[in-house]
């Protein structure tokens, strides 16, 4: 049973970095042929996908969100990391990280999730 957690700081002040941490337990993120994603839920909104990290180390990003988004991953603790630049309250949203098969916003191939956590944009 693969099981997702993330971590992170629940508050975050304008113009600042976010960075959230997603544990992974359960099975290797290395494994072929898994993509490993960050999504957020502002409120009152639907799903937004932010970006992949995949078996191999490649990343894919959300265009409207690209030029502040880098997504890395640590493989000897099993861990990736979302890093959201010059952030703004209409940030302010839940953040999951997530498991799926085909590497994109399709949320019919995602099989495992995070909890999620809150994030909120304020000074």
């Known amino acids: 049973q693969v099981q997702l957690q993330e971590s992170g700081p629940g508050l975050v002040k304008p113009s600042q970095t976010l960075s959230l941490t997603c544990t992974v337990s359960?099975?290797?993120?290395?494994?072929?042929?898994?993509?490993w994603s960050w999504i957020r839920r502002p409120p009152g909104k639907g799903l937004e996908w932010i970006g992949y990290i995949s078996y191999s180390g490649s990343t894919v990003y959300s265009p409207s969100l690209k030029s502040r988004t880098s997504i890395s991953r640590d493989t000897s603790k099993n861990q990736f990391t979302l890093q959201l630049n010059s952030v703004t309250p209409e940030d302010t949203a839940v953040y999951y990280c997530a498991r799926d098969r085909a590497g994109g916003s399709n949320y019919d191939y995602y099989d495992y999730w995070g909890q999620g956590t809150q994030v909120t944009v304020s000074s």
């Open positions: 359960g099975g290797s993120i290395t494994t072929n042929y898994y993509y």
